[in-house]
């Protein structure tokens, strides 16, 4: 068996070296909880403002401005729950996309079971949002629009500067779910109120996000304790963890250049390998994209099974297919922007990352053909025919 | 999350293609939720004077499980009686696969209601009597569809509203 290939980096991604070297001296040797008075304490409290330091720079925003989390799960709900019950009674309004990610998603839907309004602005077919069309949905009650930066599925960015500003003449607050696109992009931060990123989608661990909330921005916060994070996300801080998403930005900071044009070196590439074969289409816009992210679309095959061969190869891929859903539903990006169910069902991303090489889309762009012309064998539907 | 049984039958799956002198072809599943099997048999007589499935053979658009239960379906019913074959469940699939996830349960109840499907129609081209067990069955699998047809209903609105010409398949949910 030859060495496997990771193009799932979308979903997550190795962490560092450097970056694990970081974190590693704070789980036994520099244990301390950053709130206990002793020196122990006292250096861990000192390894998370400088990481909050870091970051802040990176992102151009006030270190007291970074609350760090769980996740970005976790963020995305406290920018949008919290932003709820920040008002202080029920009600309101809020602005979201048909693309969003789930944990913006749903956490909207549930404001709207719980007395709040919510209006999902479509996409064009490569995605995108029209900032009219947030104008067009904005209510005198709206207190929120939370947009993706990049999407995670098809890669497609979005204007949110643009969103940013005519969110800020308003007065409205305004989120943008920047988790795919953290350390990849220069991101708008002076037009955005709220935004959320996470580490491990940057080499970083698994289990540490933020959200940025802007000075002025109103917000209630949903996990109530000791008051850690300036009373906004009460816990213990994850000291490993936010040493290590400072790290992984740092890191990302320093190599965007190199790495972001390999990126999209490779992108090109996978867009041109994947077009010569017939019955495919791209799934995102060619070129306003993520640079790491890559969605496509095999006519007459279902995107399980595509996963499932090329694993068999060694090669780790993702599908927004039904079959890989647990509700059985396909990806909800897909059908938003207007991909042909039979086309959804057999979508197939491939996410690219700072450890990806020339080798590994070589070996994908070989085996990728002959998977598909193998499942196409199998099904009913024949293509060119 | 699969078995070996099903991953080995995904790889390299049994009795796959269209047979080129079919009896009689049964059609299940729907292109909206991601699968579909059309299953293939050619019935004929034994040394006994019985209906045997001499031949049979798939194609399948789906998942994993949906592949390997099309190929294990094809595996049990080849060369039994009609009735032998109109006894195999989906239990006995899945059984056979060493089990499957629960979400993918469906997939082998389709794989018998390919089979199902196949011999109904090849009894019914015939005019032969149906077995009651049978016409059930089909009863069910013809509201199964009318039932995905309605769940879907908006996402079929919407693909029909499309300029771009319908993919294979699909004019079959209109």
């Known amino acids: 068996m030859p060495e496997r290939v990771y193009l799932d980096n979308s979903a997550t991604t190795p962490v560092a070296p450097e970056v694990l070297a970081a974190m590693r001296p704070y789980f036994n040797s520099a244990y301390g909880n950053a709130s206990s008075l002793h020196e122990f304490g006292r250096e861990a409290r000192h390894a998370v403002e400088e990481s909050r330091a870091a970051i802040a720079l990176h992102l151009r925003v006030l270190p007291e401005e970074i609350v760090f989390t769980s996740g970005a799960t976790e963020a995305d709900n406290l920018a949008i729950l919290g932003s709820a019950y920040a008002r202080g009674r029920t009600g309101g309004h809020v602005v979201s996309s048909t693309i969003e990610h789930h944990a913006v998603l749903h956490s909207v839907e549930w404001l709207t079971s719980h007395g709040f309004a919510a209006t999902l602005v479509d996409v064009d077919a490569a995605g995108r949002v029209d900032p009219d069309h947030i104008r067009a949905a904005l209510r005198k009650d709206t207190f929120l629009v939370s947009i993706i930066a990049g999407s995670n599925e098809i890669g497609t960015l979005e204007p949110i500067a643009e969103i940013g500003s005519l969110c800020r003449e308003r007065g409205i607050a305004f989120h943008t779910d920047a988790v795919q696109a953290f350390g990849k992009i220069d991101l708008p931060t002076e037009s955005v109120d709220l935004l959320s990123a996470s580490a491990h989608k940057l080499h970083g661990p698994k289990g540490v996000g933020l959200l940025v909330v802007r000075k002025k921005t109103r917000l209630s916060p949903m996990m109530h304790g000791g008051g850690h994070e300036r009373g906004r996300r009460s816990g213990t801080e994850n000291v490993p963890g936010i040493v290590g998403f400072a790290a992984a930005t740092r890191l990302a900071a320093q190599e965007r250049g190199e790495v972001v044009a390999r990126m999209r070196s490779f992108r090109a590439r996978l867009i041109e390998g994947v077009a010569s074969i017939p019955g495919t289409r791209l799934n995102g816009h060619p070129t306003d994209s993520l640079p790491h992210i890559a969605n496509f679309s095999f006519q007459g095959i279902e995107g399980e099974s595509l996963v499932m061969r090329l694993d068999e190869h060694g090669i780790a891929t993702s599908t927004g297919s039904a079959c890989s859903s647990p509700d059985l539903e396909p990806s909800h990006v897909l059908v938003a922007i207007g991909v042909p169910l039979s086309m959804a069902h057999g979508s197939l991303r491939i996410s690219t990352g700072r450890q990806t090489t020339s080798a590994d889309i070589d070996r994908l762009l070989d085996v990728l053909p002959r998977v598909v012309r193998d499942l196409r064998a199998l099904s009913p539907f024949k293509v060119g025919e | ?174």
């Open chain 2, 1 to 174: 999350m699969y078995t070996e049984r099903v991953m080995e039958h995904f790889r390299h799956p049994h009795n796959m293609g269209k047979l080129a002198d079919y009896s009689a072809i049964g059609k299940v599943g729907n292109i909206v939720c991601g699968d579909v099997m059309w299953l293939y048999i050619r019935v004929e007589k034994d040394a006994q004077d019985r209906d045997v499935i001499a031949d049979i053979s798939w194609e399948t658009f789906g998942c994993t499980a949906a592949i390997a239960t099309s190929s294990m379906v094809s595996d049990l019913a080849r060369g039994k009686t009609l009735e032998e074959a109109i006894a195999i469940t989906n239990q006995d699939v899945a059984h056979e696969l060493g089990g499957l996830p629960p979400v993918k349960m469906h997939c082998s109840a389709l794989a018998a209601d390919a089979l199902n499907e196949a011999i109904y129609n090849y009894l019914s081209d015939q005019k032969r009597d149906v077995p009651d067990v049978l016409r059930r069955r089909h009863e069910r699998v013809e509201k199964d569809v009318a039932a995905l047809d309605k769940r879907y209903k908006a996402f079929l609105d919407r693909e029909q509203a499309k300029e771009s010409p319908p993919a294979p398949g699909e004019s079959r949910c209109s």
